[in-house]
């Protein structure tokens, strides 16, 4: 059974940095697609980066120089590095993994796997 535990939200100010984690278990963040998404709220949920098995990595234009993605394979545990936070990125913000096979793309309807998503709120 695959599981996806995101942690490390919270409250900032704009400027501010946040590193969201995200744990796995029931498949390996080394070998397959991950990703990390968005949603605002009244709004779709929108890719914001992912980093596929040989760690290629693709960004959202909206957080490219200020979001890094990375993964630590010994605790199978994936993590989003956030500066310069602004209030547009407020939003909850998810772990997400495809099934083998898929197609590695920073798309929703892709992805098979859920965290329960954690709160980013920034404030001016």
């Known amino acids: 059974q695959v599981q996806l535990v995101e942690s490390g939200g919270g409250s900032v100010q704009v400027g501010g940095s946040l590193r969201l984690s995200c744990t796995v278990s029931g498949l390996s963040v080394s070998s397959g697609c991950m990703a990390w998404f968005r949603q605002a709220a009244g709004k779709e949920r929108e890719g914001v980066v992912l980093?596929?098995?040989?760690?290629?990595?693709t960004y959202a234009n909206s957080v490219k120089g200020r979001f890094t993605i990375s993964q630590d394979n010994a605790e199978n545990t994936l993590y989003l590095q956030m500066n310069s936070l602004s209030p547009e990125d407020t939003a909850m913000y998810y772990c997400?993994?495809?099934?083998?096979?898929?197609?590695?793309?920073?798309?929703?309807?892709?992805?098979?796997?859920w965290g329960q998503g954690t709160q980013v709120t920034v404030s001016s």
């Open positions: 997400a993994a495809a099934a083998t096979g898929v197609p590695c793309l920073l798309a929703r309807g892709l992805f098979s796997y």
């Open positions: 980093i596929n098995r040989t760690g290629r990595t």
